[in-house]
Structures are given as C-alpha cells and as structure tokens.
C-alpha cells in the first residue's frame, strides 16, 4: 500500500485494492482515538465525512473570458481591478483575524483558507481560480491546492499590523490582571512594570 503523510490536507489515503477490485479497509481504520491533536484529529476514524465534493485540479480546458466570480492570478490594475480579486479581499478581510490570532493553530488556518476557496467555489456561477498563458492569453485552472495556498498568502498579507494590535491586547489584558492599585484606588500604568 502507498504510505502517504496523514498531515497532508491535499490528498486523501489511497486505499489498497484487493484482487476483485474493491478497497481493503483495515480494523484501525473505524477505530476512534480520543485526545487532542495530532494522531486524534488526523486519523481516518476521527475524520469527520461532509458530502463527497470533488476537488478541483489545475489545468483542464483552457478559459475565453473570466466571469465575475473568477478570481485572478498575476499582477497589475487589471487582476486586482476584477470583481472576483475584489471579493476575495474582501472575504479574507472579514476573516483575517481570526486567521491571524495567535490561538489559531496551523490546522485551523489552513481550513479558514480552505473555507474561503470553498466560498468562491460555490457562488452562482461558481468561482474559478485561473491564471493566465501569457502565450494564448487563454486562463486556465491552477486547481484547489493552489488556490488555498494563495488564499492563505492573502490573509497573512500586512499580517504584521495585525499581530501587533493582537500583541497590545495581550498586553493590556495582562497588565490590567496584575496591575497594582495606585494610592487613590485606580489602576495606573505608571505604577506596573509589563513583564
């Protein structure tokens, strides 16, 4: 049987085929793990089933004209200009500090970027991630994996101003636990050293 790395969110286990050509599932397969982390979260038993979706690869056939939905790869006016670049933004705005909190775990971020691509996917007419040949200037699809990486670059973008408005609240809750009374009865900055 091909091992593959549980960790991988792109691929999915390659079940072994038997000789009459159904998959072979192995008792550990319906075992459920309890704990948190790592062997619980990624084990088949534990993996929680939503409705089959097939994911997208890159490539396919190639694109006359990007709709509205489509979302765009590459530079320039035009890319960030069209109405599927500005939804995107938009969306990873709205979703970015959750994204960027430092409770947010790796796992997590990369369903919120996931979710995001899922979200563009399922508009009417559903989304596509294209990316143009500067040779035919015909778009093609550059698939799921992809997608969710540059989503994921989307939300970490300025993610320097986020992680320091996060870093002041942490602060300000920390020093607010353990800041000493001044004499008048109230809490003063001046009178607390942060650790």
Request: charged share 25%.
């Amino acid at each position: 049987m091909e091992q593959q790395h549980m960790g991988d969110p792109y691929s999915s286990p390659k079940p072994e085929i038997s000789a009459g050509g159904d998959p072979i599932r192995t008792a550990t397969d319906n075992v459920v793990l309890s704990g948190r982390g790592g062997a619980a979260n990624s084990h088949p038993g534990n993996v929680r089933r939503s409705s089959p979706k097939a994911k997208i690869s890159a490539g396919g056939d190639p694109i006359q004209t990007a709709t509205d939905n489509d979302v765009l790869s590459g530079r320039g006016g035009a890319v960030n200009s069209h109405p599927g670049n500005v939804r995107l933004r938009s969306i990873v705005g709205s979703m970015k500090a959750g994204y960027l909190c430092p409770k947010t775990r790796k796992l997590q971020k990369m369903q919120i970027a996931a979710a995001i691509v899922r979200t563009i996917r399922e508009l009417d007419p559903p989304g596509r991630f294209l990316k143009e040949d500067p040779g035919t200037g015909l778009w093609y699809e550059i698939g799921d994996k992809a997608a969710t990486r540059k989503t994921g670059q989307a939300l970490r973008e300025n993610s320097s101003e986020f992680r320091m408005c996060w870093r002041n609240i942490l602060v300000k809750s920390i020093g607010a636990q353990h800041e000493p009374l001044s004499p008048s009865g109230t809490s003063s900055p001046a009178d607390s050293v942060l650790p």
